[in-house]
């Protein structure tokens, strides 16, 4: 079966049942959890909407920003952030909360932090097909090895943490445009990867450990490595 949501402001919000498509009819605004407990919570493809969850994400179903190629957006601002499957389609997802934050594993299209002095911690490996902001703060690899796989640019003036473990992370970069205010490592051998097959721009930092470019291209420092 398939429902519509309405549109508006909820405190909790939770879908159940299984094997359900429930489309939100209008922009959304959660002031505490969204809860999916199974199905799927779709945006629709009738015009980009906006998300905000203020609470905690928990989903156990599917969130799918696919619908119409539209520039859909997912805002989440509390610190627990879990979900089984992202169909990100051209959509972002914005971390925003002035709290620490989970940043759920999987593949998205945008995905974008935002706000200052707050941790964002991946919980698995994560895949960007197309841009990776990190306008303030830090994102964190955390403690356990994980590999970050940009395919887009690389901005923002926040900082890359890959110290804790210490284990061997990874960042592939594919973009041609990477910067980014500080890279933080340890003693572990983390590796930052450059794989565009063309063109691109190798962000500074004095604390890189290993330092590979896979394919061929120019690789233009923007300063002192």
């Known amino acids: 079966g398939v429902q519509q ?23 959304v605004s959660v002031n505490n959890n969204l809860t999916i407990t199974l199905g799927t919570f ?26 119409g190629a539209l520039a ?24 925003s909360g002035a709290v620490a934050q989970q940043i759920f594993a999987g593949t998205y ?8 002095d707050q941790v964002r911690t991946i919980q698995g490996n994560v895949t ?9 703060g830090t994102f964190s690899f955390g403690n356990v ?12 003036a926040g900082t890359i943490d890959m110290s804790g473990g210490p284990v061997a992370h990874v960042l592939n970069l594919g973009g041609v445009n990477n910067a980014i205010g500080t890279l933080t490592t340890a003693a572990a051998a983390s590796v930052v990867n450059y794989n565009r097959p063309g063109d691109q ?4 930092s004095p604390n890189y450990r290993d330092l590979t470019i896979s394919v061929s ?3 233009t420092m923007q300063g002192n490595v």
Do not use: E
């Not at 779709?42 to 619908?67: E, H, P, Q, W």
């Open 5 to 27: 949501i309405f549109a508006g402001t909820y405190n909790n919000l939770t879908t159940q049942t299984s094997n359900q498509i429930r489309t939100i009819q209008g922009d």
């Open 42 to 67: 779709n945006f629709g493809n009738v015009a980009a909407r906006n998300v905000v969850v203020n609470g905690n994400l928990s989903v156990a179903g599917t969130i799918d920003m696919s619908g």
């Open 72 to 95: 859909h957006v997912l805002t989440l601002n509390g610190p627990n952030n879990a979900i089984a499957t992202l169909t990100s389609g051209s959509g972002t997802v914005i971390y």
């Open 109 to 116: 299209y945008n995905l974008a932090t935002q706000t200052s």
């Open 128 to 136: 960007v097909n197309n841009d990776l902001t990190i306008t303030l």
């Open 145 to 156: 090895i994980r590999t970050v796989s940009v395919s887009g640019n690389l901005s923002g």
């Open 201 to 204: 721009f190798v962000f500074a």
């Open 217 to 219: 291209g120019n690789k």
